[in-house]
């Protein structure tokens, strides 16, 4: 599991794609930017026998200080060919758990889900908030607020 890691950097490969980002005019992704990394991934993959739970993006590793990908990345394309992780729950069944505010034992629950698909543990609050907003860019896309609610927390069971 990649959180062992001290620095991951020394066990990762880094994958750059050409976008603006949040502060400059974050934009989708070109269709053939994601082709060619479809391609590249799909070969790192095997070459390095790398399992589709380590396949991350930025906000992933350093929901504190990174963004990128973003919530324009198609995750869920990547997960289809399986080259990374995804929930398989339909949006009509997300759409109505969401805002739905959680009990104190459900929200621990929702952490621990989190720490166990690999997010670090903190416990200073505007850490937690990045952690949420970074586990929604990448499997809430849609709703990106930094609150945890019942579609987040159905969303981190079924990634377990």
Same mark, same amino acid.
């Given at each position: 599991c990649w959180k062992r890691f001290r620095?991951?950097?020394k066990y990762s490969i880094g994958i750059e794609i050409c976008n603006p980002g949040?502060?400059?005019?974050?934009?989708k992704f070109s269709s053939r930017q994601i082709?060619?990394?479809l391609k590249l991934i799909k070969y790192l993959k095997k070459k390095y026998n790398i399992k589709k739970q380590n396949i991350l993006g930025h906000s992933d590793i350093a929901p504190n200080r990174k963004k990128d990908p973003g919530e324009k990345f198609p995750w869920k394309q990547l997960a289809k060919k399986n080259l990374c992780i995804w929930h398989n729950l339909s949006e009509d069944e997300l759409k109505k758990n969401r805002n739905f505010t959680l009990k104190p034992n459900e929200e621990k629950l929702f952490f621990n889900n989190l720490y166990r698909i690999?997010? %670090?543990?903190?416990?200073?609050?505007k850490e937690k908030t990045n952690l949420i907003k970074?586990?929604?860019r990448r499997f809430r896309q849609s709703l990106i607020d930094g609150k945890i609610d019942r579609?987040?927390? %159905?969303i981190s069971k079924k990634l377990i």
């Open positions: 620095s991951i950097n949040h502060d400059y005019g974050y934009r082709f060619s990394l690999g997010y %670090l543990r903190t416990k200073i609050k970074a586990f929604q579609e987040c927390l %159905l």
